[in-house]
Nanobody
């Protein structure tokens, strides 16, 4: 069993910053890519940022230059530093990991439960 747990969401004023964290735990052999997605009511979940085990990153155009994704492979953690936040960044943010399960060596895509980020004055 593998789970992802996010933390760090909350209410912030426009122009402010937040840092999201996500930790993967359980029967993990290796983690390939990790990423952050977000979703607003009535909309599809969209990629915000992703990072490979080697550190290559990919960002949505809407967050380039404002958000930074990073990971600590030793701790099975991924972070999202969000600066210059805008009201349109308001969403539930989900952590995602593509990993290989220990012992079974099954390839899994795992999601966290989500954390709400609200950008409002």
């Amino acid at each position: 069993h593998v789970q992802l747990v996010e933390s760090g969401g909350g209410l912030v004023q426009p122009g402010g910053s937040l840092r999201l964290s996500c930790v993967a735990s359980g029967s993990i052999f290796s983690i390939n890519s990790m990423g952050w997605y977000r979703q607003t009511p009535g909309e599809e979940r969209e990629l915000v940022a992703a990072i490979t085990s080697g550190g290559s990153t990919n960002y949505a155009d809407s967050v380039k230059g404002r958000f930074t994704i990073s990971r600590d492979n030793a701790k099975n953690m991924v972070y999202l530093q969000m600066n210059s936040l805008k009201p349109e960044d308001t969403a539930v943010y989900y952590c995602n990991a593509d990993l290989t399960e220990d012992k079974s060596y099954r390839y899994l895509g795992v999601w966290g439960q989500g954390t709400l980020v609200t950008v409002s004055s």
